[in-house]
């Protein structure tokens, strides 16, 4: 008795030894590669399993025996979280548009302007966006004259990279009243030419042409836009930070305006994840400042939506300009120029009112500060209404912070939880226009990350502004600190190692947005948004940064992207 009693033990014992280690179906089983989590530990794994759009198992090669599904053989290559860009802006492409960004001359900018002359006739507007400079074989910036070359009968407006400045014809010029005796608008200034005539440049105010566009409508647009977020996944970017987006669209009396135009909003945001059937990038909406009373209105706050479009902080709203104008508040002058210290948009008492009124009403803040005078204010306007109106958790942030503030500022940044939206490649970028605006010491701690983070222990996340739209010119300018010259810029401290800026352009971009719960990092329960390179960024020379490879990008366990 006692026998058959033990054997039909031993008999139980091994079925459930076998029940519990029988193989969990998944959809994909990740195998044979190098995964960098960028989780807060910074776990090095070889393996993956998901299911149902999340990741359910990260580990080694037992991975491939504890899960059965579709086989993916990294083949020694690398799988980590998807980029998320913590300030872009989507443009559309208009049919009066040019791609200036694609030129590397002025001579090919003058070409698509008279392509696109012939296309559309004489008096029609021609714009584009993305020249710069620096990237132009002629190494200046274009000019009235060099657009009136290419077409003296149609107006032409283009905005330099960055979005701070534009150069406009003659015909734009007239068209706009502008000429020698027209005064610097607000926030704004008036480039002029030895001749004491405007040379077509103007900084932080391009509306003074852009006003006189005919605008196109959101359903012309709407398909440029989408077409757009979705080249983002080629550059393995599953979750950005949209900085230029409104509530204009809302109904009047909740939020809304009665002409909204046809920009970004979180309507229409919703509306293009829906339509492209939840294979577009998820998004966290920056609202532009739309006043108190329009605020209260719409009733919603940061953290409102869901998983594919949420609501994030009242900015990018502008407290100073920026160094592609350049017109960035600082606290010194710039170099060479006496006197000049660029300029600031709001009185204390006016930026308060804004800052006030959006923790009222339960709002993240993350306005747009680059200059050292200008993140001070800033700061010291959030702190104002934090005493006021204590939030806990709340992840308010400075957007840029170029030019590294006083020491007792980021004291007080760290003391009182705010943090850093950092585009570390606008070194790369900006190189030279650091150079010639900035005093040695600004301009070595242009962009700091090591300082801020390192130093005083405030969360810093990366993002690029579109200087370019590309994750691997941030990775290496942060891990670097080198532009296109190849010269390291300023205090080696305020470089970080490729482990640090991968995480920091992952998991530390979703914390900004409170979701490092469920995405950011190649964890278990978060959304399998991931992507394959083609290089191992951790061990790979500084350089090969640059042209790395996203051979595939994975979108909630789904291949929205795949190179050929």
Known sequence: MLFKTGLICAIASAALSTTAFAAQPADLVFINGKVITASPTRDIRSAVAVKDGKIVAVGGPEIATEYTGKVVDLKGKTLLPGFNDTHLHAYPLSKREIEPAKAKSIAEIQDMIRKKAAELGPGQWITGYGWDEALLAEKHNPTKADLDAASPRNPVVLMRAGGHSAVGNSLALKLAKIDAKTPDPKNGLIEKGPDGQPNGIIRERSDLYHALVPKDSWEDLKPTYMKEMQRFL?????SFHSASSTIDDEPVGKGGIANPGSGLTFRRFQEMAKDSGYTLPRVTMYTSWPGAKRLAEFGKHSGDGDEWVRLGGIGETFVDGGFTGP?????????????????????DAELQEIVDSSNKNGWQMALHAIGDAAIQQTINAYAASLKKMPRTDHRWFTDHFTVMPPEATMQTMHDMGMA??????FTYNLEARYHETLDPWREDHTNSVGTPAHKFGIPVAFGSDNLPIDPRVGLYTAVTRKGPSGVAHGYADEAVTIDEAIFRYTYMGAWLSFEEKTKGSIEPGKFADMIVVDIDPLTAPPEQLLTMTVEQTYLNGKLVYEAR
């Open 234 to 238: 080629s550059l393995g970017i599953t």
């Open 327 to 347: 017109s960035a508040w600082t606290l010194a002058d710039y170099k060479g120029l006496p006197g000049f210290r660029g300029k600031g948009r709001f009185t």
């Open 420 to 425: 850093i939206a950092q585009q570390p490649n």
